[in-house]
């Protein structure tokens, strides 16, 4: 099965470093995201880790330990705008026969960020 | 940047009544997803399908859920007899290989159905 464990809720100041952890526990694994999804509508891409270490992507960067079941999301110089919900998500192993592959979301994070 | 593009925005029906909700997934796509999200819930996976049959589901999507690609754009997803618990938000997604991509999918911006 899998599951997948994030805080429910965050908040943090504008100008600051928030980071927003996942841990999972899952039966196959082929690369984590994290979206992030606004009140109302639909999740957007923001990072994508399949190996182990960190990514970054201006503001936004993203860490990803494969033996700790770990991925945690960083936001740099927070902004008024970045208030939303933050979704860890899954992708489960690769299917060779053909068909895509679900991803299994966690819970989200609302991140609130204040003045 | 291309789009996923789902009608309708928004659709209340009563009880019993069937619903179909569209998606038009980016042209060069070849896989497709139908995700819900029960309001203040997680996004859950529905199905997936690919070269004209669903390749996965989960237990939600059961004997009242169906998907169709009817024609070379379109992909739906029929409720036949709505129930008060399927009220959410319905994402369609699509993506481009069977897993590879670093960029997951792409979703639609969502259809909210109400049931009442």
């Known amino acids: 099965g899998q599951n997948i464990d994030q805080p429910t809720e965050m908040t943090a100041t504008e100008g600051a470093i928030v980071q927003i952890n996942c841990t999972y526990q899952t039966s196959g694994f082929n690369g984590l995201f994290w979206y992030q999804q606004h009140a109302g509508e639909a999740p957007t891409f923001l990072s994508y880790?399949?190996?182990?270490g960190l990514e970054e992507k201006g503001r936004f960067s993203s860490f990803l330990s494969r033996s700790k079941g770990y991925s945690y999301l960083l936001l740099k110089e927070l902004q008024m705008k970045d208030s939303a919900s933050y979704l860890c998500?899954?992708?489960?192993?690769?299917?060779?026969?053909?068909?895509?592959?679900?991803?299994?979301f966690g819970t989200g994070t609302q991140l609130k960020v204040e003045l | 940047e291309p789009e996923v593009t789902q009608t309708p925005s928004h659709q209340v029906t009563q009880m019993g009544q069937e619903v179909i909700l569209r998606c038009v997934p980016i042209s060069n796509h070849l896989y497709f997803y139908w995700y819900r999200q029960i309001l203040g819930q997680k996004v859950e996976f529905l199905v997936s399908f690919y070269n004209n049959e669903i390749s996965e589901k989960s237990e939600i999507f059961d004997d009242q859920f169906s998907v169709e690609r009817p024609d070379g754009s379109n992909f739906t997803l029929k409720i036949r007899s709505t129930k008060l618990e399927d009220s959410a938000m319905y994402f369609c997604a699509s993506s481009e290989d069977e897993g590879a991509s670093p960029y997951g999918y792409t979703f639609g911006s969502g259809t909210r159905l109400t049931v009442v």
């Open positions: 998500a899954v992708r489960g192993e690769r299917v060779l026969t053909g068909g895509g592959n679900k991803l299994t």
């Open positions: 880790n399949v190996l182990d």
